[in-house]
């Protein structure tokens, strides 16, 4: 019989297919997770989840927090060049959109592996197919699903009786209430997230948006958000001549009573900051009867990951059902759960379903037909820059 030490387990490649092999080999391993780490209850969430790898599977978990997401990509590809093929710092990381285009066209995954974990079947791809692509791009195994979100707004209605129902009325809304209304200057992901947004309710024809950038009219298809700014700008929060850093700057300039109308990715967001007592009883939550974008997060493994068997069992339980109960549960975290509620038992959907918020905060739980789906990558970097390049400067 051949024994197989320690040291030549950690070696292999761990096989997905072969999960108790998987689990043995990520005993006694450390894990460093790579995440935006803007959002403290996100940050709160993970802290526990490190906890939870340490009782459950001996895993050292070490949450790296990043300003910028692109930070671990250019690190991963600089690793590359420099021949560390075997020895990355980046085990798992949470991503999708451009930067997950970046990795995968750069051969800088590794995979396919995600479909392969137990907990996978709980998304129920088949009738959850966003969780297969990511901002158009096939996503084919090369990360997991996480946590759901979409574009909200949320105003006081001490102050606003009647919010604008969508981007274009939005315009004649803050006409009527100048001052009232910001949103972060890109390239913050929530910035961009209303760029599009706002594009997709007013271009004449958004079928090119789902392509890559390079094969549109680029000035053509975006007109009428440049011409949509340039008449939104003036009627900003101090005329349009600087903008919050990002969504919990938003939130603190409605906490002081500086605006009143807001918007984040966190359908949960004022929920959970009226509870936090950050904003008032009378915050409300909507989102455009236009529709609204929405999209999954998801992990990632690096081609170079020095613990992958670690990442993808820290993968795998994101995906349980306590994990992903925590995730949604307003006391903790408060987002939107990945796996597909329905195909569990009777008695753990009850438990979804109670910390499913009826506050009168909370949004409406939101339909299919109102999902616009993510335009491809390449439009994130090209609506950054021409925004910079038309109202950088001030």
């Given at each position: 019989m051949t024994v197989?030490?320690?040291?030549?387990?950690?070696?292999?490649?761990?096989?997905?297919?072969d999960w108790s092999s998987v689990v043995q080999q990520?005993?006694?391993?450390?894990?460093?997770f790579y995440t935006w780490g803007g959002d403290q209850q996100t940050n709160a969430y993970l802290a526990w989840t490190r906890q939870q790898l340490e009782i459950n599977y001996n895993i050292r978990m070490t949450h790296v927090r990043l300003s910028d997401t692109a930070d671990a990509v250019s690190r991963i590809l600089a690793e590359r060049q420099a021949g560390n093929l075997d020895r990355g710092a980046v085990d798992l990381l949470w991503l999708n959109g451009e930067?997950?285009?970046?990795?995968?066209?750069?051969?800088?995954?590794?995979?396919?592996?995600?479909?392969?974990?137990?907990?996978?079947?709980?998304?129920?791809?088949?009738?959850?197919?966003?969780?297969?692509t990511d901002f158009t791009l096939p996503v084919e195994g090369y990360e997991s699903p996480w946590l759901r979100a979409h574009l909200v707004f949320y105003y006081?209605?001490?102050y606003i009786d009647t919010p604008p129902a969508n981007i274009t009325e939005l315009l004649a809304w803050a006409q009527r209430h100048p001052g009232e209304f910001t949103y972060p200057r890109p390239p913050d992901f929530l910035a961009t997230t209303f760029l599009k947004q706002a594009l997709l309710e007013l271009a004449d024809d958004t079928t090119p948006l789902y392509g890559p950038v390079e094969d549109s009219d680029f000035d053509a298809i975006t007109a009428p958000l440049w011409q949509f700014l340039d008449a939104l700008h003036?009627?900003?929060?101090?005329?349009?001549?600087?903008?919050?850093?990002?969504?919990?700057?938003?939130?603190?300039?409605?906490?002081d009573g500086?605006?009143?109308?807001?918007?984040?990715?966190?359908?949960?967001?004022?929920?959970?900051?009226?509870?936090?007592?950050?904003?008032?009883?009378?915050?409300?939550?909507?989102?455009?009867?236009?529709?609204?974008?929405?999209?999954?997060?998801?992990?990632?493994?690096?081609?170079?990951?020095?613990?992958?068997a670690a990442a993808m069992v820290a993968a795998n339980f994101l995906l349980s059902v306590?994990?992903?109960?925590?995730?949604?549960?307003?006391?903790?975290?408060?987002?939107?759960?990945?796996?597909?509620?329905d195909v569990l038992p009777p008695s753990e959907q009850r438990l979804f379903a109670a910390t499913r918020q009826s506050h009168p905060a909370a949004p409406a739980l939101m339909t299919?037909?109102?999902q616009l789906q993510e335009p491809h990558p390449s439009w994130m970097e090209a609506l950054e820059q021409a925004w910079m390049a038309r109202y950088g400067s001030r």
């Open positions: 197989v030490t320690a040291g030549e387990l950690n070696a292999q490649t761990p096989n997905p297919a990520a005993d006694n391993q450390d894990l460093y930067n997950f285009a970046s990795l995968k066209n750069n051969d800088l995954l590794f995979g396919p592996w995600a479909e392969q974990l137990p907990n996978f079947g709980l998304v129920n791809a088949e009738d959850n197919p966003d969780v297969r006081d209605t001490a003036p009627l900003l929060l101090r005329q349009g001549r600087n903008f919050p850093a990002n969504g919990s700057a938003v939130r603190q300039l409605m906490a500086e605006i009143a109308l807001a918007l984040s990715f966190n359908p949960t967001d004022a929920v959970n900051s009226v509870l936090r007592g950050e904003l008032p009883e009378s915050i409300r939550t909507y989102v455009s009867n236009r529709g609204t974008l929405a999209n999954v997060s998801f992990v990632a493994i690096p081609f170079n990951a020095s613990h992958k306590p994990a992903q109960l925590r995730a949604q549960d307003p006391d903790h975290m408060g987002g939107t759960a990945a796996i597909d509620v299919d037909n109102q």
